[in-house]
């Protein structure tokens, strides 16, 4: 579990840039980020043109986001390098965006794997 500070539903309640700044500094920081994900692999979410993999800074926000409406998910642990060098490459190939943080009601900042990575490069 990660050591964020925030894990409470105040993080819910951050505006979305607050907790998209709050996730690229813990994997500056080589923090782990979380997603959910079950026996056929990750959370995917289809919003029509983009096709969004939702991240999170702590275990239990990924969990306490996904309890209502993805029953039979789990929260999968992805460490910062893997983050990087592995994960938003083959999002770019796949042409997949990145859901920073989603809140409860699903509001989050929204950007391709490739303008994430340079947000993390900045």
Known sequence: ???TPI???TFYRLP???RYDHV???IKKEQSIWTLADA???LIIDLGSDKVLPIWPAEALALGWGEKDYEGFSALEINAADWSEKWLPGMQKDNFSVGVAPNLAGECIVSSAEEHA???QN
Do not use: A, P, R, Y
């Open 118 to 120: 340079v947000d993390l």
């Open 7 to 9: 894990i409470d539903d």
């Open 1 to 3: 579990m990660s050591t």
């Open 40 to 42: 056929e692999g990750c």
């Open 16 to 18: 979305s840039s607050e």
């Open 24 to 26: 690229l500094k813990l």
